[in-house]
């Protein structure tokens, strides 16, 4: 059984240029989470998604971010007009349901570096 | 405010001795999980161990244990028998039960292993 699929894991772009980050959930899951983390802290929550719905978006910046999962193919995390500010791994979770008891399992993160 | 506190940026213990790192949380919530996630440095982020609100027991997997404390809101995290391989970021999570699904992640410790 894969586990959740990310790419690319390492992804260089000039500033203004526009990054996009996907993800494919472990099979059977249909559940999906973003995160960010800064160098040298720990993971910080952006968005939550189920097939074609955003559930929670609290974490995104309100400009230039955008998620989408929809019906067919990996969940996209994409960032436009990217900026130093940007660099940081992303990572995507994915869980089956949504009780407390589930554990997310994440991938292996997009080390994204802005030029 | 802070809702997952890790107190210890840095630790160091001897292989094959026993180490506890802290974690300390903060929920009126009186539903929610307690996770443990590894990151070595090649950035995945590995699950270790999960502990419910109401669980009577303590986890245990393999040479992790988390030790519990309701009343104190801690769920420290024991490595048995430490190994070279354990050298990683070390990081505290916590899900809600109610109305949430992300991860509250904290700011990790780093744990190094002594040959």
């Known amino acids: 059984n894969a586990g959740v699929m990310q790419n690319p894991r390492h992804l260089v772009r000039r500033r203004g240029q526009e990054a996009r980050l996907r993800c494919s959930p472990m099979?059977?899951?249909?559940?999906v989470y973003w995160y960010r983390q800064l160098p040298e802290e720990g993971l910080k929550f952006m968005v939550y998604?189920?097939?074609?719905?955003?559930?929670?978006e609290s974490g995104m910046p309100k400009e230039r971010f955008s998620a989408e999962f929809p019906k067919e193919g990996p969940s996209i995390l994409r960032i436009q007009q990217v900026v130093r500010g940007d660099s940081a791994a992303y990572f995507c979770?994915?869980?089956?349901?949504?009780?407390?008891?589930?554990?997310?399992?994440f991938g292996p993160g997009t080390r994204l570096t802005v030029l | 405010a802070q809702k997952i506190t890790q107190t210890q940026p840095g630790m160091f213990v001897q292989e094959k001795e026993a180490v506890t790192l802290d974690c300390t949380y903060d929920?009126?919530?009186?539903?929610?999980?307690l996770f443990w996630y590894k990151q070595p440095s090649s950035g995945e982020m590995i699950f270790l161990i999960y502990?419910?609100?109401?669980?009577?027991q303590n986890a245990t997997e393999g040479r992790y244990s988390l030790n519990f404390q309701k009343a104190r809101k801690s769920a420290n995290l024991v490595i048995s028998a430490s190994q070279l391989g354990d050298s990683a970021m070390y990081f505290c999570?916590?899900?809600?039960?109610?109305?949430?699904?992300?991860?509250?992640f904290g700011t990790g410790t780093r744990l190094k292993v002594l040959a």
């Open positions: 929920t009126s919530d009186p539903s929610y999980g």
């Open positions: 979770a994915s869980s089956p349901r949504t009780v407390v008891t589930d554990t997310q399992y």
């Open positions: 998604l189920q097939k074609e719905n955003i559930i929670d």
């Open positions: 502990q419910g609100s109401y669980d009577q």
């Open positions: 099979k059977g899951h249909s559940h």
């Open positions: 999570a916590m899900r809600e039960g109610t109305g949430t699904y992300k991860y509250i």
